[in-house]
């Protein structure tokens, strides 16, 4: 079956630690995108990526950093930087200039 | 920079009422409109979507949506709900030529009691 999956859908991470969230998608796509969703406030971009070896920071970059070595894969890594990193956290992925956006089913993090 | 306002952010109706979800948007430039849905600890699903043509949209499961350009609005519309239709909505806006970067509005939560 194609989509995007996220891995782990849980995690937990002490203060202090570097934690990396997972985002595979097989369907070809070019662009892929992380998210951070916390209540009432949407979605918001953290960084996005349109093609291998190029990533571009979102409004909420800080705190935050990505890789794009591979076409089907683009971790993100939360570092000890970011201040609330307790939300969840979202991966999708688009063909390029189709503009609509395909998503997969989410990470929570919690601090503890 | 573009922007997207949903009017409200929680909607309760009885089952079989006819439902609005407002979504008002700002921009200079032309934009492609969205409506996606969101159930408890999922991901978001694209509900429908307005790139150019009829401004009216029909997604699978009976939600419309109208692209009103004066008034800068894309409302989403069902005239009977199911209480399987309880999620978060949220609308979305790309402006054209953006390299497919969407902003979101904060989303609505629509709960269907019996």
């Known amino acids: 079956d194609g989509g995007i999956t996220q891995s782990p859908k849980y995690l937990f991470r002490k203060e202090g630690q570097n934690v990396t969230l997972s985002c595979e998608q097989n369907l070809n796509h070019d662009a892929m995108y992380w998210y951070r969703q916390d209540p009432g406030q949407g979605l918001r971009l953290i960084y996005y990526s349109q093609i291998v070896n190029d990533f571009q920071k979102g409004d909420i970059a800080e705190g935050y950093s990505v890789s794009r070595e591979k076409k089907e894969s683009f971790p993100l890594t939360v570092t000890s930087a970011q201040k609330n990193p307790t939300a969840f956290y979202l991966c999708a992925s688009s063909f390029q200039g189709t503009y609509t956006q395909y998503f997969g089913p989410g990470t929570r993090l919690t601090v503890l | 920079a573009q922007s997207v306002t949903q009017l409200d952010s929680q909607v309760p109706v009885f089952e079989e009422a006819p439902v609005e979800l407002r979504c008002n948007y700002s921009?200079?430039?032309?934009?492609?409109l969205f409506w996606y849905v969101q159930y408890p600890n999922q991901g978001l699903q694209l509900l429908l979507k307005?790139?150019?043509?009829?401004?009216l949209v029909e997604s699978i499961n009976g939600f419309e949506a109208e692209f009103n350009k004066s008034q800068t609005s894309f409302h989403l519309r069902k005239p009977s709900v199911h209480i399987s239709d309880t999620a978060e909505y949220f609308c979305?806006?790309?402006?054209?030529?953006?390299?497919?970067?969407?902003?979101f509005g904060e989303g609505t939560q629509l709960t269907v009691n019996p």
């Open positions: 979305a806006v790309s402006e054209v030529r953006s390299g497919s970067r969407l902003t």
């Open positions: 921009s200079s430039v032309s934009v492609y």
């Open positions: 307005y790139l150019s043509g009829s401004t």
